[in-house]
């Protein structure tokens, strides 16, 4: 099983990126699906979740400009970031939890220069 995370980069505040997270031995399908991510001397924190109730959920310090969502068809969660300030800088991992097992990406680098 591999989650295979791309996306990232360097952008200016305010811009745009999207996240991928493309999965290879095993499907998405239904199953909680989640982005985390973890900056420079802090602990990995949650930043969007789709819970396996198909109920999104997202952290305070991203609601209104980040979305998950996943295609089911092309085995792919994504991760829409908008209005991106300096302090989202950090390493980006998608995760994905099945029959009890948590299963995470390699992580993706996404810096936001002020």
């Known amino acids: 099983v591999q989650l295979q995370a791309s996306g990232g980069g360097l952008v200016q505040a305010g811009g745009s990126l999207r996240l991928s997270c493309a999965a290879s031995g095993t499907t998405f399908g239904l199953n909680a699906v989640g982005w985390y991510r973890q900056a420079p001397g802090k602990q990995r924190e949650v930043v969007a979740r789709?819970?396996?109730?198909?109920?999104?959920n997202y952290a305070d310090a991203v609601k209104g400009r980040f979305t998950i969502s996943r295609d089911i068809r092309k085995n792919t969660l994504y991760l829409q970031m908008s209005s991106l300030k300096p302090e989202d800088t950090a390493i980006y991992y998608c995760?994905?939890?099945?029959?009890?097992?948590?299963?995470w990406g390699q992580g993706t680098q996404v810096t936001v220069s002020s």
């Open positions: 789709i819970s396996s109730d198909r109920t999104a």
């Open positions: 995760k994905l939890l099945k029959h009890t097992k948590e299963y």
